[in-house]
Every structure is written in structure tokens, then in C-alpha cells.
């Protein structure tokens, strides 16, 4: 006789998970069930909506409450499914790679605007991203502005790697380079433009910050030491150094920072690129993006 197969219904998964969901704290459990739901089937959210009544088999159903048990223990959605997207395009991430954020896009704009600027001038670009992760300012920059050229560094090799596939999916990979080494250390050709996104919680916020964060992102892609400035203190002399005469440095920084970089910037030989307007806030209006011109 043919093994009869579990078939269980969308709507009886759905309200399972949930309420695992809800008693593990995350609030967004109805909207993110449905999501893992769409990722094992292979089916899409509307699907899911309008037919509660389908049957998904026990295999699927296995695989889903997997996957839920594992978002229960408050692993970042990105890390299950994978991906996450950001500037448009859809990025792989892992344990490795910080979880691209929608405010780092604004890094991405200022650079670009900088990189169009520049091609326009001399035809062609050269970036560097420090602290690469996942990849995602480098490939974005890239994406954006095809005479673009650059070089992703990253400390972790396991990150290097990842940004090298997504810059090779995303159709940039002949474009870009990725490196692992401690910031600029082993560089010695210069770039026009440096963008960096680096860690710069303050080491005493980490625990405090939700688990997803606190307990599964990668710590050396979070934590700037006691001020939360550690980095900066290393990245802008390297910058300097890396930076061609009139280079730009764009530094995503935390909120409340902005007047400690800019002093670091000043000490530096960097003036901000826009006087008017030094600190561009986020779309919470938290101080965000630095960007500043090397002037000596
Ligand atoms: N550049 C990557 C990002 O912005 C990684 C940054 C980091 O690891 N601090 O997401």
C-alpha cells in the first residue's frame, strides 16, 4: 500500500507559527510567517492569502517549522532566508556579512552622485569600500555607475568571499575585486572615492541591542569600542593615505557621532564635502552619512 501523505492546511501552519513566533517576542510574526511560508513553498504571498484552504505537504510543513524554530531562537529573518535586498538588488548574506540596512542606501546616493561627478571629468572611477560585508556599498556603487571600478576589503575572509558571489550574480563581478585584509593595511595604489560603513556601536550597547543583533550579527561588524569611535580613528589617516588629492570619503556614522568624526576628519586634512549641510540625517532625521573631500 502507498504511504499516505500528511497534508496540513496554510491557514492551521500559519496560526501555529505564528504563536511560537509571538511568544518568542517578535512582533511582526503574522507578516513574517507568511514570508518563510513562500520561501519553502516556493509559492508568493498573495498565493498564501487567498488560499488558506491548500494543503501543504509534510515535508514542506517540516521544513517551515524548521525554519520557524530557528526564527523563534531570534535568528535574523535574512540569515533563513538567505538574502536580503538593498538598493534595489538582492543581496546573500550570512553569519559572516552584517545585514545590509535601508539607511546605508543614503551612503549609497552620496557616492554615486560623487562617482558621475567624477566620470564625467576623467572618464572612469576608482572606489574602495572598507569593511565590505555582504558587499553591498561597493556592488551598489558599481551597479549604478557603469565606468566604475573598486576594490571591497573586509578583515573576514568568509564575508570576502560571499561579496565576491554577489558581485558576480549582480553582474558586476568583472568590475570589482575583494580583499580580505585589516582595513587598508596592505593597499598601495589610491582611489577617488572611499566609502565605509564600519562598526561603531559602543561596546557597552551591544547586549542592550535586540537579540537579532546582540546574539547573531557578526560582533567585529558592530562593535567600535568604548566610544564606539575605534574605527574611525583607523579608517580616516588610512583613508587619507588611500585617497587621491580631491577624494572623496563617504562614513556611514551612529547617531550623536557626527561632531567627534568631524573632528577626526579636521585633524585629518578632510573639509566636509557640503559645509552647508556636513551631517546628512536619515529618514528617522538620526545623524547618518559623513561625507567629506580630502583637501591636502
Ligand atoms: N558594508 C557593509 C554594510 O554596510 C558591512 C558593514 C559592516 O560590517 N560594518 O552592510
Redesign the pocket.
Known amino acids: 500500500m502507498p504511504e499516505q501523505k500528511t497534508l496540513i492546511k496554510i491557514s492551521e501552519l500559519l496560526q501555529q507559527a505564528k504563536q511560537s513566533l509571538k511568544q518568542a517576542g517578535i512582533k511582526t510574526a503574522a507578516l513574517e510567517v507568511r514570508v518563510l511560508l513562500c520561501h519553502v513553498c516556493k509559492i508568493t504571498e498573495v498565493e498564501v492569502i487567498a488560499c488558506p484552504d491548500r494543503l501543504i505537504e509534510g515535508q514542506q510543513a517540516e521544513e517551515f517549522f524548521n525554519l520557524v524554530a530557528r526564527r523563534s531562537q531570534r535568528i535574523p529573518l535574512a540569515y533563513l532566508l538567505g538574502v536580503r535586498e538593498f538598493w534595489g538588488l538582492e543581496f546573500h548574506v550570512n553569519a559572516h556579512t552584517?545585514i545590509?540596512r535601508p539607511e546605508?542606501e543614503f551612503a549609497v546616493e552620496i557616492a554615486v552622485l560623487c562617482a558621475r561627478r567624477i566620470v564625467k571629468q576623467s572618464g572612469q572611477v576608482r572606489i574602495l569600500?572598507m569593511?565590505?560585508?555582504?558587499g553591498?556599498?561597493l556592488i551598489s556603487i558599481l551597479h549604478e555607475v557603469e565606468a566604475a571600478t573598486g576594490i571591497g576589503i573586509d578583515i573576514d575572509a568568509s564575508a570576502v568571499e560571499l561579496a565576491g558571489k554577489n558581485a558576480k550574480k549582480l553582474g558586476v563581478g568583472a568590475r570589482a575585486q575583494f580583499k580580505s585584509m585589516n582595513w587598508g593595511d596592505g593597499l598601495v595604489e589610491t582611489f577617488d572615492i572611499i566609502v565605509s560603513?564600519?562598526?561603531y556601536i559602543q561596546s557597552d550597547d551591544l547586549q542592550g541591542l535586540m537579540p537579532e543583533i546582540a546574539l547573531h550579527e557578526p560582533v567585529g561588524?558592530l562593535d567600535g569600542g568604548t566610544d564606539g569611535l575605534d574605527e574611525y580613528r583607523k579608517i580616516i589617516p588610512q583613508a587619507h593615505r588611500l585617497l587621491n588629492r580631491r577624494g572623496v570619503l563617504v562614513l556611514e556614522i551612529g547617531d550623536g557621532q557626527a561632531g567627534d568624526v568631524l573632528g577626526l576628519l579636521a585633524n585629518n586634512h578632510f573639509h566636509p564635502l557640503d559645509s552647508a549641510q556636513p551631517v546628512i540625517p536619515d529618514l528617522a532625521g538620526r545623524e547618518r552619512i559623513i561625507a567629506a573631500l580630502k583637501v591636502c
Open positions: 552584517l545590509p546605508t569600500d569593511g565590505t560585508g555582504s553591498c556599498l560603513n564600519p562598526p561588524a
